[in-house]
């Protein structure tokens, strides 16, 4: 695959310690890509996290009580969106985890839209990242219902029952394990495909056409950051509940 402007750039400067580590690790890569570890993927990752550090930095130098700054009126309208969604869910103790939430949410968010720049793609289009991304909200809501319920979390994978137990556990164990399944495939799917279309239609017809998919784009972004983190809401909510 051919990589991306930003890629060789990390390459250039990085690729050898990562070959290294990654040597030392015992993941063993082509010495042909010795000089090229990194992937465009990561390296759309990094650049991700880094626009959101200056995204935040900017905001946090910049809070005014009497005059918000646009970045500020936007941060605010983002963590009350995520708020108010936590809120309605989760309950009352849902600032627990607002933090995560909202930076699931917007890194989601930067990754799918990153690809509509020029010289630049969406790492959410590649299955690794969306599954990244699920895999650290499966484990974070579990962590969080272990902390809320301590041992007893796991009774309600047992079922209301005592009897019921060996068939509910089994069912339940699959159940959590296909979310990581619905998650990423439900992201990067859509991603992909909104790739694949405006790849195309830009091949076909380079002027005019292509702004209609570049819309569709954004929807489709929007859209699946929102269900994403509304999904992952709903599963700390679950993970959370005391039984009273």
Same mark, same amino acid.
């Given at each position: ?89 989760? +309950? ?8 995560? $939430? %909202?930076?699931? !949410?917007?890194? #989601?968010?930067?990754?799918? /839209? ?79 495909? +909104? ?8 091949? $076909? %017809?380079?002027? !005019?056409?292509? #702004?209609?998919?570049?819309? /569709? ?28």
């Amino acid at each position: 695959m051919e990589q991306l402007w930003f890629t060789a750039l990390l390459n250039r400067w990085f690729g050898g310690p990562v070959y290294s580590l990654l040597t030392a690790m015992g993941i063993h890569i082509n010495p042909r890509h010795a000089a090229t570890p990194i992937s465009n993927s990561f390296a759309m990752e990094v650049l991700v996290a880094l626009l959101l550090l200056a995204f935040f930095l900017a905001v946090r130098l910049q809070l005014s009580v009497d005059r918000p700054s646009g970045l500020q009126h936007i941060a605010e309208w983002i963590e009350g969106f995520v708020g108010n969604m936590g809120d309605e869910i989760i +309950g009352h103790h849902y600032h627990k985890y607002h933090a995560y $939430l %909202v930076t699931l !949410g917007l890194f #989601i968010l930067t990754c799918n /839209l990153i690809g509509l720049i020029p010289s630049l793609e969406s790492p959410t289009a590649v299955p690794l990242v969306p599954l990244g991304c699920a895999l650290l909200t499966w484990f974070y809501y579990h962590y969080q219902g272990m902390r809320a319920n301590g041992f007893g979390y796991f009774k309600h994978f047992m079922g209301p029952v005592r009897w019921l137990a060996p068939l509910m556990l089994p069912i339940e164990i699959f159940s959590h394990t296909a979310r990581l399944l619905s998650l990423t495939v439900r992201l990067f799917a859509n991603m992909f495909a +909104g790739e694949m279309v405006t790849l195309v239609f830009f091949s $076909l %017809v380079p002027i !005019g056409v292509p #702004i209609i998919f570049e819309g /569709l784009h954004i929807g489709v972004s929007l859209i699946q950051t929102y269900i994403f983190v509304i999904l992952a809401t709903v599963y700390l909510s679950e993970a959370t509940a005391h039984e009273h």
